[in-house]
């Protein structure tokens, strides 16, 4: 299948810092991406859509101020957490759709884990 | 959005047949009806997909009655490599494919 991949596996850094997290599709265009969240024990939350030369649509309470997405090009997004707070230390997992509208299937990255001291 | 309700967890044994139902009363006529395992601090695997009736792959079965407001993943023969949490989605019909995960069904395999 299709191959979705994050950089970095792992961060920590530290309070006020900024992180920026990269995921590519390596093998396919997709023009849209979606970054979700989760924390221990819990499912995905689904945190913003990522479009290909536009602004990304966020999730309702989702600050778009404190989670930057940039999606360049057809194969890169990245999700930038800044001023990083220890609250934000999650798992970051970003998605992507190779098929047609409402096949759903998307693709996953291996996701990101965020350290926050 | 169609909103899926599975069961939190269950448990098997190696060897067992595994059914994991799900409900989405309120899917859309053209939503997909999808199933993905994900292991502790990986991201999710696609399992299987389908519209209506019988699907079945080289790892699972999806059976979808008539009505498609309930799905049931059927995992044969399960092995200790198949503990896992299992989420099953319902494609957003918004044109996109923004999916939303539920709760997820966690699996345990004994021995």
């Known amino acids: 299948g299709a191959v979705v991949s994050q950089h970095p596996s792992r961060v920590i850094c530290k309070s006020g810092t900024s992180v920026k997290i990269e995921c590519r599709s390596l093998?396919?265009?997709?023009?849209?991406m979606f970054w979700y969240r989760q924390f221990p024990k819990q499912s995905l939350m689904l945190m913003a859509t990522?479009?290909?030369?536009?602004?990304?649509?966020?999730e309702q309470g989702v600050e778009k101020d404190k989670f930057l997405i940039n999606h360049a090009s057809l194969t890169l997004s990245t999700l930038t957490v800044t001023s990083a707070h220890p609250e934000d230390s999650s798992f970051y997992i970003c998605s992507a759709n190779e098929g047609t509208v409402n096949t759903g299937e998307l693709f996953f990255g291996e996701g990101s884990r965020l350290t926050v001291l | 959005l169609a909103k899926t309700t599975q069961p939190i967890s269950m448990d098997s044994y190696e060897g067992q047949e595994v059914n994991i139902t799900c409900s989405h009363n309120?899917?859309?006529?053209?939503?997909?009806i999808t199933w993905y395992q994900q292991f502790p601090s990986q991201g999710p695997r696609f399992i299987i997909q389908g519209y209506k009736t019988k699907v079945t792959n080289e790892v699972a079965s999806l059976f979808i009655p008539a009505d498609r407001k309930s799905s049931t993943l059927s995992l044969p023969r399960v092995s200790l490599s198949d503990t896992a949490v299992y989420y099953c989605l319902v494609g957003d019909s918004g044109g996109y494919n923004k999916l939303i995960f539920g709760a997820g069904t966690r699996l345990a395999v004994h021995p």
């Open positions: 093998d396919f265009q997709a023009t849209t």
């Open positions: 309120n899917i859309a006529t053209n939503d997909y």
């Open positions: 990522s479009n290909e030369g536009s602004k990304a649509t966020y």
